[in-house]
């Protein structure tokens, strides 16, 4: 792989998503932002032997010559405007999604311990997932009470240390448990970083919490710092009706003590009632997009 210049991260999928915020020079008009991602981002098949092999190894007969050719152009697709759902399915389509990604992608792609439950289940790498009637009810079943129990860890969590302080209505799980759901990260304090001893284990009810709410997970959205920083508050306690403000003032006075190389991103979620799959497959994909504070002020 290539040397010096570049970090190289190995994928064990064949397929990725790569995400990223950018952040806007002026607060109304996206369109800077967009042109730094179209001229910066470049996509395209790694070419062996190419750009960043070492002479070195040309010459001890370790790489061959890649192709003298430019990488094409990467091409962009227009996403505003497109409606799109990202919530997985809440009903049994959810096990056939899972069997969809099992068949399409390496059978190293996730690690033996979490492919034992997916196998127990008769979703299996080259074979059919073919339940029948009652493996298909309880699988049912089963998905209906870990799709409340995820719900209610993240919107109404027990743990007192995933609160900002004593009695705060705002939390976040990712300061005790990091971005692996293991170690805390590291304190910033006036003498220097101080990081915690690694635990050993991962704490399962946070992982739950923010994978089920949130999907992707970055160390960037676990960092203590004072600049260039991703905070991720999410208000979680029951508030009684209009007790919630007007959007804009509840962001605003999120964001106050924050300085402008922070990027603040408030999540404001409804606790459905009903926690079944009739009303959890029919949950909007976003009620409004992430937008960064400064720019819902205006």
Not at 81 to 110: C, R, W
């Amino acid at each position: 792989m290539p040397e010096g210049g570049y970090f190289v991260a190995h994928s064990r999928t064949t397929r990725l998503l790569i995400m990223g915020r950018a952040f806007l020079e002026n607060k109304n008009d996206p369109k800077p932002a967009a042109e730094s991602i179209r001229k910066f981002t470049k996509v395209y098949p790694y070419e062996a032997g190419g750009v960043g092999t070492p002479i070195a190894d040309f010459l001890s007969g370790e790489a061959k010559l890649g192709k003298i050719t430019p990488p094409p152009p990467t091409v962009f697709h227009e996403g505003t405007g497109k409606v799109m759902n990202t919530i997985p399915p809440n009903d049994f389509s959810y096990y056939e999604m899972l069997n969809e990604i099992v068949q399409q992608e390496p059978a190293t792609s996730l690690d033996p311990e979490l492919m034992g439950p997916i196998a127990a289940i008769g979703i299996i790498r080259g074979k059919p997932f073919a339940p029948d009637a009652r493996m298909k009810k309880s699988l049912t079943e089963a998905l209906a009470l870990a799709n409340a129990t995820s719900r209610t860890l993240f919107v109404a969590p027990r743990a007192a240390d995933w609160f900002y302080y004593p009695g705060s209505g705002w939390a976040n799980q990712l300061f005790v448990s990091g971005s692996e759901f293991e170690t805390p990260i590291p304190l910033i304090t006036p003498e220097g970083v101080k990081p915690f001893p690694p635990t050993g284990y991962r704490t399962l009810d946070a992982r739950t919490a923010f994978c089920y709410a949130v999907t992707a997970i970055t160390p960037a959205m676990a960092m203590r710092g004072t600049r260039h920083r991703l905070h991720l508050p999410m208000g979680v306690r029951r508030c009684k009706q209009g007790a919630l403000r007007r959007g804009q003032d509840l962001q605003g006075h999120a964001a106050e003590g924050h300085t402008a190389g922070e990027l603040l991103v408030v999540h404001a979620l409804r606790h459905h009632v009903a926690l079944d799959a009739r009303h959890a497959t029919a949950l909007p994909a976003r009620g409004q997009p992430e937008l960064p504070v400064a720019r819902r002020r205006t």
